[in-house]
């Protein structure tokens, strides 16, 4: 069943301290480090929420980062200048063991790309594409289905570019507006 969620900007007041995801470094960054590193400007945090509760049912931190082209498979990258390419980063992504499959990291995953569509368009800063690094082959497998593909074969280094993002998301518009002719039509 998928759950009904809100997310927001981590606070002093929320509970994380119950957060489980199963992977110890994750559960240890939210309860002692998140908001430290924020209060710092080294990250943001975003907590996904149950509309009405301060409890924490997942999280995601985002950082700016870079990709350096020789990092990653030639072909990939053939045809980009020689610099830096800027990217936001995925730096840590997890959904608390009993809220996981309900779609809530899909909903963060989300807020990450709405994030860097919004620094190119309506803030006017260059953003290349989504990066991450999986920690283990499941968190792989999970963003491979995201759309994710590695920035070196035999890496779990990944990105998504944002050409590829914003051509997946007009794809999806003009097929909700084909079936919503459809309708109006039947
Ligand atoms: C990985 C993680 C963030 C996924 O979050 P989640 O909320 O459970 O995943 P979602 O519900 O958004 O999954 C969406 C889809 O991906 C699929 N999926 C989930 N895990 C998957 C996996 N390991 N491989 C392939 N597909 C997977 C789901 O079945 C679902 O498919 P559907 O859209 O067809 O129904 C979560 O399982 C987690 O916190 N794991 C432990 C920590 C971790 O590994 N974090 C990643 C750090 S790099």
Redesign the pocket.
């Known amino acids: 069943m998928e759950a009904l969620i809100e997310i927001v900007r981590l606070e002093d007041a929320q509970d994380g301290q119950h957060f489980g995801?199963?992977?110890g470094g994750?559960n240890k960054y939210l309860k002692r480090e998140a908001l430290d590193h924020q209060k710092k400007h080294y990250s943001v945090t975003w907590v996904a929420q149950r509309p009405g509760f301060n409890r924490i049912i997942?999280y995601i931190t985002l950082s700016m980062a870079c990709v350096i082209t020789e990092t990653a498979d030639a072909e990939l990258f053939s045809g980009l200048p020689h610099y830096p390419m800027p990217t936001l980063l995925v730096g840590?992504?997890?959904?608390n063991i009993d809220?996981?499959?309900?779609?809530?990291?899909?909903k963060l995953l989300n807020k990450a790309f709405d994030i860097a569509i919004e620094a190119v368009e309506s803030l006017g800063v260059g953003v290349h594409a989504v990066e991450?690094?999986?920690?283990?082959e499941?968190?792989y497998?999970?963003y491979l289905?995201k759309g994710f593909i590695p920035l070196k074969k035999g890496t779990m280094r990944m990105y998504l570019p944002l050409r590829t993002l914003k051509d997946a998301l007009k794809a999806a518009e003009e097929r909700k507006h084909s079936a919503a002719s459809e309708i109006a039509g039947s």
């Open positions: 995801c199963g992977n994750l997942g840590k992504l997890a959904v809220d996981q499959n309900q779609h809530v990291g899909s991450l690094m999986a920690i283990d499941k968190a497998n999970y289905k």
